[in-house]
């Protein structure tokens, strides 16, 4: 069974950093590009980030290139989000998807799971 969770959302103020996790269970993680993706209230969801399975190749939409960094911890199962300098756009709900393509965009495309979200408030 497929399982996975994300975790380390919270509020911050603008300016801070968090890292959000994707850990998983039932399979290797490492077998499948892993997307990161965001939804604020009233807004459509947006790819944020994706690592690849093939090469470990990583893409970044360009408004968190410098900021947000993506990476798997293989001996975990896990995939990370670090984010810095966060800013009051980057509030919303954060998804991490499971399979797919990753693009230039920093977008998964067509994933086969999503996980039920984190969310990340950015707020003084």
């Known amino acids: 069974q497929v399982q996975f969770v994300e975790s380390g959302g919270g509020l911050v103020q603008p300016g801070g950093s968090l890292r959000l996790s994707c850990a998983a269970s039932?399979?290797?993680?490492?077998?499948?590009?892993i997307g990161w993706f965001r939804q604020a209230p009233g807004k459509e969801r947006e790819g944020v980030s994706c690592?690849?399975?093939?090469?470990?190749?990583?893409y970044y939409a360009d408004s968190v290139k410098g900021r947000f960094t993506i990476s798997r911890d293989n001996a975990k199962n896990t995939v990370y989000l670090q984010m810095n300098s966060l800013k009051s756009e980057d509030t919303g709900v954060y998804y991490c998807?499971?399979?797919?393509?990753?693009?230039?965009?920093?977008?998964?495309?067509?994933?086969?799971?999503w996980g039920q979200g984190t969310q990340v408030t950015v707020s003084s």
């Open positions: 998807a499971v399979g797919g393509i990753c693009s230039d965009s920093g977008r998964a495309l067509d994933p086969d799971y």
């Open positions: 039932g399979f290797t993680l490492d077998r499948y590009p």
């Open positions: 690592i690849s399975s093939s090469d470990g190749s990583t």
